[in-house]
């Protein structure tokens, strides 16, 4: 598997988990860019596996209607861009996990 299919494939596992993730944590946990992570969205946006979600994050998610899918926003609160997987996604992200042990 070619390095930028590796890197989509644990783009994808890690969004597999079903909660919201902002571009800074998706950057730190893959040690890229958050300009990369940006860019792999667009793509995987466009093609279908990839959901933006807009969020207005502050550092207390009491009140919010994403907090129980949220992945440790009040720690990156001013990231603003959530990313989820639509269920095309999650079947890719379940069949590279299967076949490539991510």
């Not at 944590?25 to 279908?48: F, I, K, P, Y």
């Not at 969020?55 to 209607?65: E, R």
């Amino acid at each position: 598997m070619a390095a930028d299919e590796t890197l989509t494939a644990q783009l994808l596992a890690i969004l597999n988990d079903g909660r919201l993730h902002p571009t800074t944590e998706l950057a730190s946990r893959l040690q890229v860019s958050e300009e990369l992570v940006r860019a792999m969205a667009d793509d995987l946006t466009q093609h279908g596996y990839l959901l933006r979600v807009q969020s207005d994050c502050v550092p207390a998610c009491s009140g919010c209607s994403l907090a129980g899918l949220c992945a440790g926003l009040a720690s990156a609160p001013s990231s603003g861009q959530l990313f989820s997987l639509t269920a095309r996604g999650r079947r890719v992200a379940r069949s590279l996990a299967g076949a490539h042990n991510v």
